[in-house]
């Protein structure tokens, strides 16, 4: 089972409510759970006390003890997510992007803005705050500055936001192709872009499936994936 871009915050307890009732629920009879993302807001780091987030780590860590194997992936948001979160919540932190085996099939995962080539500016931004130095050199600033910085960050990036095409914050059709070309796979399936669907073409031949899933927004959005194939499903809230 897959979500992404849930981007759970205190100011959103709709949101926060349906996790809970997810990650008590159906979650627990998955096989495994994936979370590709964007599960936070933000996150300046893992000794921030916010009790929202943590009645979410309690939720997640609930689903590990149930016996389901966790998977989560960086966001662009929550990339500062580490090992003290991983061992609060029994999650297994995987590299963007990594190629899993679901039921026989090669699945290349992604939170998916690492696609988002043709955004130059954000690439740079991206390029910077995934360097171990810089997230190293932010970890030591005092947990109120970090909170400040995320607030101006996150200011900024909404005002830039509203001004960019939809084109620009999609994924890059080519950048896409090499990756499924280099991981030798012809599924896809990420997040991010807040755009949900299955698009199918053909690559070098063959067929090729890019599924994306959706944000949380206004409902939930999860990939169920058994022997039988997959689906892209909403559930309403
Ligand atoms: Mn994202």
Request: net charge negative; glycine share 10%; hydrophobic share 40%.
């Amino acid at each position: 089972m897959f979500i992404s871009d849930l981007h759970l915050e205190a100011d959103r307890p709709d949101i926060g409510e349906q996790f809970l009732a997810f990650a008590a629920g159906e979650a627990r009879e998955a096989e495994a759970l994936y979370i590709l993302g964007d599960l936070f807001e933000s996150w300046v780091g893992d000794d921030d006390p916010n009790p929202h987030y943590g009645a979410m780590k309690d939720a997640i860590r609930g689903v590990s003890d149930a016996g389901v194997p966790v998977y989560f992936m960086h966001g662009n948001r929550d990339f500062m997510i580490g090992h003290g979160f991983a061992a609060e919540t029994g999650v297994r932190i995987l590299e963007d992007p990594t190629v899993v085996d679901l039921y026989g099939e090669s699945v290349l995962l992604s939170h998916g803005d690492a696609w988002c080539t043709d955004d130059v500016e954000y690439q740079h931004v991206r390029a910077m705050t995934r360097n171990p130095q810089w997230q190293a050199a932010m970890l030591e600033k005092p947990l109120e500055v970090r909170l400040a910085i995320a607030a101006g960050a996150r200011t900024e990036s909404q005002a830039r936001t509203a001004t960019l095409s939809e084109d620009i914050a999609d994924v890059n059709p080519g950048a896409i192709r090499d990756a499924m070309r280099e991981h030798g796979v012809r599924t896809i399936l990420h997040g991010h872009t807040h755009r949900p669907a299955v698009h199918r073409f053909d690559l070098d031949g063959d067929d090729a499936t890019r599924i994306v899933l959706g944000d949380w927004y206004d409902q939930g959005s999860v990939v169920r994936w058994d022997a039988g194939g997959y689906s892209l499903d909403e559930m309403p809230r």
